[in-house]
């Protein structure tokens, strides 16, 4: 089955902060703002959302297909990508560009505080899907360049092919009536609990009326696991713990893979949503993205033991 990935390519630098942002930022001086903070460390990592999806596919088996943008500074993230197993045939290289750059602040309680360079992101990677079996083809739609995300969803609709919108940190880009025809037009909708308010206020939609336009929507809580949420309902799917976890850069995107690859297997949406919280549950035990592994056997181990075989 193809398995195609659109959103970003970056690299990450990923920086952490011994302390809470919340003893430096004054809640009545947000207008005012003017705040530095000085960290441990920092680390460069390959990341962007169609990256860190891909990457945590590739450890499940699988061989997505990435349509993205990447700059002039490709050549490291390919190499990686071919030691992996992950094609970059349609990967758009933009040579007047360099590669959009996350810039990533994590405190003690795994807040986080970005800023992103779009780069060659700012440009579409124009996929042709003359080639694609409708029928035997599964579409994640990620954070990426906005005309891309609009674009594919609703190809996606056209050919029938069973596509997830994920929106992610885009929704403040968004005009309401795009965000909620990209919506509209997807199977599914997966996003966490704060990124669900903000796609009621953005549209004016409650939650109730968010669901109805969309077969299923996961919503990500962190600690407190997953919803699903269909037209029989809410079901509460646990999280996995880690007692080690050190940083939740990642952890959605991971939690993507292991959900598209229960899909794709043909397995029950809870079962699916199971294993995306067992993929959530290595990226937060490594620093940055695309830095823990497991085998296919250990990952089922894990999986069987959190929530039975």
Not at 200 to 219: F, K, L, P, Y
Request: with cysteine.
């Amino acid at each position: 089955m193809d398995i195609l990935v659109s959103g970003s390519m970056a690299y990450d630098r990923i920086m952490d902060f011994d302390g809470q942002f919340s003893d430096h930022i004054l809640a009545d001086q947000l207008d005012n703002l003017n705040v530095s903070f000085t960290v441990n460390s920092l680390t460069e990592n390959f990341g962007g959302t169609a990256g860190n999806i891909a990457y945590s596919l590739s450890l499940l088996g699988e061989t997505p297909r990435i349509l993205a943008t990447i700059g002039q500074d490709y050549h490291r993230y390919f190499e990686w990508l071919k030691q992996i197993g992950v094609s970059t045939q349609d990967i758009h290289v933009v040579d007047e560009e360099l590669t959009a750059g996350a810039y990533i602040t994590s405190d003690t309680q795994n807040n986080q505080i970005t800023g992103f360079n779009p780069g060659a992101m700012k440009q579409q990677s124009g996929f042709d899907f003359s080639s694609i079996d409708p029928d035997n083809c599964l579409a994640i739609v990620a954070p990426g360049n906005l005309n891309d995300m609009a674009e594919y969803t609703a190809e996606h609709e056209r050919l029938g092919i069973f596509s997830i919108f994920d929106p992610g940190q885009s929704l403040p880009a968004w005009e309401p009536a795009a965000l909620a025809k990209c919506i509209s037009q997807s199977r599914m909708l997966v996003c966490n609990d704060y990124e669900m308010e903000m796609i009621c206020n953005n549209t004016g939609m409650s939650r109730g009326q968010v669901a109805d336009t969309v077969e299923t929507i996961i919503v990500t809580k962190g600690g407190d696991g997953c919803d699903i949420v269909t037209s029989a309902g809410v079901a509460e799917i646990p999280v996995v713990p880690a007692a080690d976890a050190v940083d939740p850069t990642g952890a959605g995107d991971a939690f993507r893979g292991g959900l598209i690859k229960g899909i794709v297997d043909g397995l029950s949406m809870e079962r699916a949503v199971q294993m995306g919280n067992v993929a959530g549950h290595y990226a937060v035990r490594k620093w940055g993205t695309q830095q823990y592994s497991f085998t296919i056997d250990e990952f089922n181990i894990k999986l069987d033991q959190n929530f039975g075989p």
